[in-house]
């Protein structure tokens, strides 16, 4: 094989090569990329770290916070992070919470979202489309508690 038969080989090689590389550059985040999340997700997402946080505070205060707004000045007062103390959920309405009273539940508190109809469900059986943590920090979303319904009438 002459030389420039083996220079015209390599070059054919490296352009293939390079074509190869190209390709998986360009095309690689088209592939990978996945879908925004679900107002859903991000309301069970914006609800669990509520949660977390609310324990948070009750470990420092020795109570449950009163409501969002004094669970939000104590975050931005201790500057943890600037997206927490956001109380929203994907729909962009303000999360709900209620601590219970004595009489209630007591120690105990609700924290939920009205779901995408916006509309507070807190009184309707089953709570409507409205997602909720439980004090345990279980959530309950209008599928979960389909499912639980399901179950006990078996």
Not at 56 to 79: H, I, M, T, V
Not at 127 to 152: L, N, Y
Request: hydrophobic content about 35%; aromatic content about 10%.
């Amino acid at each position: 094989m002459s030389r420039f038969s083996m220079l015209r080989c390599f070059i054919g090689g490296c352009a293939v090569l390079l074509t190869v590389v190209l390709a998986v550059v360009l095309l690689a985040p088209v592939f990978s990329r996945r879908p925004p999340p679900t107002p859903t997700i991000v309301t069970t997402g914006n609800l669990t770290q509520t949660y977390t946080d609310i324990l948070w505070f009750e470990e420092l205060e020795g109570r449950w916070p009163s409501n969002l707004d004094e669970l939000g000045s104590k975050l931005q007062a201790e500057e943890i992070g600037s997206e927490r103390g956001r109380f929203v959920d994907g729909w962009g309405h303000t999360l709900k919470y209620v601590v219970t009273t004595p009489e209630f539940n007591p120690g105990r508190f609700d924290l939920y979202s009205v779901g995408p109809n916006g509309k507070d469900d807190y009184a309707v059986p089953n709570f409507g489309d409205d997602i909720h943590v439980r004090s345990d920090g279980t959530i309950m979303s209008p599928a979960t508690r389909r499912k639980i319904g399901q179950e006990q009438l078996q």
